[in-house]
């Protein structure tokens, strides 16, 4: 089993809409939990933390469930520079390893 | 200010060529990471270091080699070149990872 999963995706979405995405993981022992965002041929940039009473930027909410597994992230309002590749990612402070999952596209319509 | 610089930005090689791609970041990090990142899919990890003098093999070490003599370095380094090593490379630094990695703009490499 992976360490991360995400669906990939694409999810097509118009403008206005509200959409979200899981990501599970494999290893309890992953400490911190983050998404990342990732524009066409572009590095990853950090979104946000994942905190366990979750935590919200803007249109952006994001919760983490430790007795699932999974974290989420809810986009209110899409606009169509949200357009990009979100990326799930774990820390491990026991390891020091970032484990990163495959991502999920999201492509926001007119 | 510059953060992580990688270089090449591109590279061709061929089958059985050696190159090493170059990391530094100058934001005084404990923590590097090196990642390929293939087509349509996500970062996998190759090597990371928790500090100079120490390094550790992450998901997909086969192929590559790595050092970290100094806090600012971390190069990778491929041996025997091969067409499945085209990718693009990223290499990340942080304080840790519980916060947030700061990335390179990424090395393309092609293997002909």
């Known amino acids: 089993r992976k360490e991360v999963e995400q669906d990939p995706g694409p999810f097509n979405v118009p403008e206005g809409a509200t959409v979200a995405f899981n990501c599970t993981y494999s290893?309890?022992?992953?400490?911190?939990f983050f998404w990342y965002r990732q524009d066409c041929r572009k590095e990853p940039k950090l979104l946000m933390s994942?905190?366990?009473s979750g935590n919200e930027d803007g249109r952006f909410t994001a919760q983490l469930n430790r007795a699932s597994q999974y974290i989420s992230l809810l986009i209110r309002d899409s606009k169509l520079s949200d357009s990009a590749t979100y990326l799930c990612?774990?820390?491990?402070?026991?390891?020091?390893?970032?484990?990163f999952g495959q991502g999920t596209t999201l492509q926001v319509k007119p | 200010n510059a953060g992580v610089t990688q270089t090449p930005k591109f590279r061709i090689l061929k089958i059985g060529q050696s190159m090493t791609l170059q990391c530094t970041q100058d934001?005084?990090?404990?923590?590097m990471y090196w990642y390929r990142q293939d087509p349509g899919m996500g970062l996998k990890l190759i090597y990371y270091?928790?500090?100079?003098?120490?390094?550790d093999k992450g998901e997909v070490p086969n192929g590559y080699n790595v050092s970290r003599s100094t806090t600012e370095d971390f190069p990778l380094r491929l041996e025997l070149a091969a067409p499945s090593q085209t990718s693009v490379y990223f290499c990340?630094?942080?304080?840790?990872?519980?916060?947030?990695?700061?990335f390179g703009q990424g090395t393309r490499l092609t293997v002909v």
């Open positions: 290893n309890s022992a992953s400490q911190s």
């Open positions: 994942v905190y366990s």
């Open positions: 990340a630094s942080s304080t840790g990872p519980h916060t947030e990695a700061f």
């Open positions: 270091s928790v500090g100079a003098g120490i390094t």
């Open positions: 934001m005084n990090h404990n923590y």
């Open positions: 990612v774990l820390g491990s402070s026991n390891t020091g390893k970032l484990i």
